[in-house]
């Protein structure tokens, strides 16, 4: 009896926490397709006429295609460059003995508590500098700068939780440093590396400063810059916005439903090994 109250107990807040979820999405798509004057009026009603007409101007005026496609791109770049860089770092500090070791480390964690925008007017000289304005492999490594040292921080605390006896093995079968992560040690790591890639990827889709800092070619905004586009100085058209909103959010539902479980066992990995 105690065992059915606790599962009708979590089924009920599972059920509640659900709608909590799922709500602000379903308002959201209810915006896209109103004016302002429903939107201001009556957010939670649903529309007297559907405009769908606000997402022919999100891909017309806003380009919202084109921008969702530049931020894939950047996201995914971004975790692919983090991802093996923070792996190459973890491993040599987690499994190899050098001076200055706990120094470097610590040069690492420092990169965590760096606030992201006290840098933007040393990034706008760097970017006129090298010539860095509109170029996506620019925006790129800035991503990965402010993304590398939680990476860093999560594979080694995960490596430094990994038994040995794997490394003794697979260098006995004859493996080098290189087989030693990528064949061995990186499988083991998949999840603390799904869930950092995920939180890289987020960042690197839906970064706005810096984007609308270093980008001036519409040809290459960024969702978040694109949305800007409805935005003037004395109006806003909020359902184009809405609607910007809707198919941006597209691409990180289809993330997570892919990798929610790789999330989860990360979670639950770092919080046994914590």
């Not at 420092?110 to 925008?117: A, I, K, N």
């Not at 790591?189 to 960042?203: G, M």
């Amino acid at each position: 009896m105690k065992r059915k109250i606790g599962r009708t107990i979590i089924y009920i807040f599972a059920v509640f926490w659900g709608m909590i979820t799922i709500f602000p999405l379903l308002i959201t798509f209810l915006s896209s397709v109103k004016d302002n004057q429903g939107i201001n009026l009556g957010m939670f009603k649903l529309p007297e006429q559907w405009l769908w007409s606000n997402y022919t101007a999100a891909f017309e005026s806003a380009h919202i295609g084109r921008a969702v496609v530049n931020s894939v791109f950047l996201g995914i770049a971004s975790t692919i460059v983090v991802t093996v860089i923070g792996m190459l770092a973890a491993y040599i500090i987690s499994r190899k003995s050098f001076r200055l070791k706990g120094t470097v480390y610590a040069l690492f964690m420092v990169g965590v508590m760096v606030p992201v925008h006290c840098t933007i007017i040393p990034v706008s000289s760097l970017a006129t500098e090298v010539g860095g304005k509109n170029s996506f492999l620019f925006l790129t490594l800035i991503y990965v700068a402010f993304n590398l040292a939680q990476a860093i921080f999560l594979y080694t605390g995960y490596l430094n939780g990994v038994d040995r006896e794997l490394d003794e093995a697979a260098i006995i079968d004859g493996c080098d440093d290189i087989q030693l992560l990528f064949r061995v040690l990186f499988p083991v790591s998949i999840p603390i590396i799904s869930t950092e890639a995920i939180l890289v990827f987020i960042y690197g889709y839906g970064e706005l400063i810096f984007s609308m800092l270093l980008l001036s070619d519409e040809n290459k905004y960024t969702v978040s810059r694109a949305m800007l586009a409805f935005s003037g100085g004395y109006q806003q058209q909020l359902g184009p916005i809405f609607a910007c909103i809707i198919v941006a959010v597209l691409p990180m539902i289809i993330l997570y439903i892919l990798f929610h479980e790789k999330v989860q066992a990360g979670m639950m990995a770092g919080a046994v090994k914590g």
